[in-house]
């Protein structure tokens, strides 16, 4: 199958008559316990419980397509039901029946390289692990490189512009690209787990997910880098590299996220 065979669609949520048409199409999301069927991004101002958010990417594999959320323009109107006693993207994100994955936000791009204690970031993962052809890679890196001038200070950007409406044409394509290679990551990492690494990565998971809403949690440093098991040397384990594990626990499939706290 082709890169550009069933790719998906695309749709801007940022009104109340896109977000029901949002909600009425995740009335009918599997809550399959094994496979995931939502896979998340979010974008903002130093995103951080100090920050502000400005954009939920959200892609659901059972209808093949990308939601741009636009919190940015639609406030906290975006977590609320649009009936009494109607489904909400907050029930969706919060709910432990539906799982959702994302990729770890932790992970800074800057951090160290050359030590195998060290988790990749997303780049490096779809480079050396995504599925896709070589082709579709030097596209995305190339995407990926034209829209980071647009955010990053060091390269001359400026966080702001996920707040900048209309959206810069750049912006909405560099959203849907990060999530739409998520699930062929997900795919070649949980393929190489045993069930009982699979535990393992579920319970650092939880342990990332907890420490993350802690009152002493430090969002920024080189420590974000490290793996769940930074004191172990890289080495084979029924088969399987213990920088592997790292990755697949920056995939982290989420039961239930909460928002309290969020400011948008």
């Known amino acids: 199958m082709s890169d550009q065979q069933h790719k998906p669609g695309i749709q801007v949520v940022d009104s109340i008559d ?29 995103l951080c419980r100090h920050g502000s958010l400005s954009i939920v990417t959200m892609y659901t594999t059972p209808n093949n397509t990308v939601y741009i959320i636009d919190i940015h323009t639609m406030k906290d109107t975006a977590f609320k039901p649009m009936q009494e006693g109607g489904t909400s993207l907050r029930a969706l994100l919060e709910s432990p029946s539906i799982k959702k994955v994302l990729f770890d936000v932790r992970n800074d791009s800057d951090a160290l390289t050359g030590s195998r204690r060290l ?6 993962c779809i480079d050396f692990n995504s599925p896709i052809s070589p082709t579709r890679k030097r596209e995305w890196k190339l995407q990926k490189e034209r829209t980071n001038t647009l955010f990053i ?12 409406r209309p959206f810069k044409e750049e912006i909405i394509p560099y959203c849907a690209e990060d999530v739409i290679l998520l699930p062929g990551l997900y795919a070649v990492y949980n393929r190489k787990l045993n069930s009982d690494w699979k535990s393992k990565v579920q319970d650092a998971t939880k342990d990332r997910i907890r420490l993350s809403q802690s009152m002493g949690y430090e969002p920024k ?26 990755k697949m626990t920056s995939i982290q499939t989420v039961p239930g996220i909460a928002l309290d706290g969020r400011k948008i």
């Open 221 to 246: 440093g080189k420590h974000m880098a490290l793996g769940p098991w930074p004191d172990k040397p890289t080495k084979k384990k029924n088969g399987i590299a213990l920088e592997m594990i790292g």
């Open 119 to 124: 988790v990749s970031g997303l780049a490096k």
């Open 153 to 164: 200070p060091d390269k001359g950007g400026r966080y702001e512009v996920f707040n900048e």
């Open 18 to 46: 896109t977000l029901r048409g949002l909600l009425d199409d995740l009335k009918t999301l599997p809550t399959s316990p094994s496979t995931p069927s939502v896979y998340l991004d979010l974008e903002g101002i130093n």
